[in-house]
């Protein structure tokens, strides 16, 4: 439950326990047919996010808008108040992010839409993307346990996407012809052939020059491309596409595939990029020209049926079997998972057509799932620690930014990371001193009641243990938060209270033996969730 939930909330071990942790499984795999009420309830009063895209950008004065109005200053009032209004969608965003990992009965979805919102990660922070993000995270969420062919193609039509990896502005270099050119040229040569033989023997030639294929076609002259001027190819998301999404680094694809992808994805752009953009594919962008692509031959005169095709090709290529494979034995199993588990992985992504679903069946069925060497291996992210207390102490979810403020100031501030690659996975590069302190007085914080939602007294526990003898409330602490399962070190800790490197940010420890049983239940709960084996799933 550790590994496919973002911990149990209190009570969950026991519902797993009589229903049969199979059939649990097989619940979660399954995500539709959950009631997911509470979350959706909750969710629902983040108006910014929920209202459909012509009333969010009525609501909110997006500055885009003010900006197209002409006249107004950067500095004015009018666009100071409307940044603000238009910062509240990202604001609820993370919010509701973390409502429904605490809340939602679908807990496998939420951890892989997590997963996925990683692996196709995207800046907030960059231009219009804030306002793009609600779409995209929807989408996520709706595919993030169907065909991974599926996803891949949501987020390649994503707007949030298209935009921070500048696809939407990428176009046809000035010596390319455009398709809208092709279908110019394509009506000029229907007046002398059939317009069915002008369609299908169309040849555009890597110079840019448009002919009929047919050479007993009567075709007008050879036509030349008009030279523009300004931004052309631009091979950001073409790149990571390939780096990132799909083959991995080491997927067999070259830097002239690089330039061939993102000339096949000239025109997959977004209508109304001030704001709140669509998708839509403009032909007076993309490249109409042949191209070669991992060494299938793509014919000129094509448009958006190009970038399909190539979402074909890659979504089913064995190195990204692979690569996703790999990818979610890391999350799931260990930092470094063994060989023949990411081999058979990866052997049922290949066999269902990529199944994101049956992976994670393979995955959550193998023996070193359940092995020994896995056990609390995986350190858990920053977003992982707050949402995992949260539930541990059966917490409401915050409504006033202090949540999404901890998982900032852990060190994960959410779709704040710069750079396409996403937050590490691995837990060397969430451990050092500080931050293990930071976590330690989060856990203090949230115990004692520093954090709106979360205290000993939403904990169910806390009724019966409140005036119990300092060894029941340890002993119970140990039993409920870790199965029994603690090391001597931190039933020392948890004993004594005196954390060796408990900071000025956690309340003062009182000493045991003066401590009264509340106070000593606060203090127990609160090392207890800063603890490394709370820190580890």
Known sequence: MNRLTFGPRPGEYDRVRKIGLDQWVGEQLEPNAIP?????????????????ETSLARAYGLPGDLRK???????????????????????????????????????????????WENHFSIFA??????????????SVRAHSLGKFR??????????????????????????????????????RAASEVSYEKARNEIFVDRAGRITIGNPNARAPAPYHPTIRHGKGLNENYGRELME???????????????????????????????????????????????KQFLGYAFPAGHGEDEGERLLDIIARRPSTAHFIAWKLCRRFVSDSPSTELVERAAEAFRRTDGDIAEVMRTIVGSPEFFGLSAYRT????????????????????????????????????????????GYPETGDAWLNAG?????????????AGQIPGAS?????????LTNAPRSVQVDSVVSILFGGDVSAQTRIILNQGNNPIAGAGAPAPAAASKAQPQNQLIQILGLALGAPEFQRR
């Open 456 to 464: 000993v007294k939403s904990w169910p526990p806390a009724a019966a």
């Open 69 to 115: 109005q002409g006249g107004i200053a950067p500095d004015t009032a009018e666009l100071r108040v409307a940044n603000r209004a238009s910062n509240q969608i990202i604001a609820d965003l993370r919010e509701a992010k973390i409502a429904r990992a605490v809340l939602s009965e679908r807990q496998l979805r939420e951890v892989l839409t997590d997963f």
């Open 150 to 187: 599926t996803l891949l193609g949501a987020v390649a039509h994503s707007p949030a996407m298209l935009y921070y990896l500048d696809n939407w502005t990428s176009r046809a270099d000035s010596d390319r012809v455009t398709l809208a050119e092709v279908d110019a040229y394509r009506k």
């Open 378 to 421: 995986k350190v858990k992210s920053p977003f992982e620690v707050v949402v995992s207390t949260l539930r541990a102490l059966n917490a409401t979810p915050d409504t006033l930014q202090r949540d999404v403020q901890a998982v900032a100031r852990l060190g994960e501030p959410l779709w704040g990371h710069l750079a396409p690659d």
């Open 435 to 447: 931050a293990i302190l930071n976590r330690i007085n989060f856990g203090v914080q949230a115990a």
């Open 36 to 52: 997911d009420d509470d979350a959706d309830r909750f969710v629902a009063h983040y108006t910014s996010i929920t209202e459909d």
């Open 125 to 138: 922070d960059k231009g219009s993307d804030k306002y793009m993000l609600v779409e995209y995270d929807d």
């Open 244 to 290: 990132l999404h799909t083959l991995g680094v080491d997927g067999g694809y070259t830097q002239e595939d690089v330039i061939e992808g993102a000339r096949i994805l000239t025109g997959w752009t977004i209508r109304d990029p001030n704001h709140i953009g669509t998708f839509y594919f403009n032909p007076g962008m993309h490249d109409a020209g042949e």
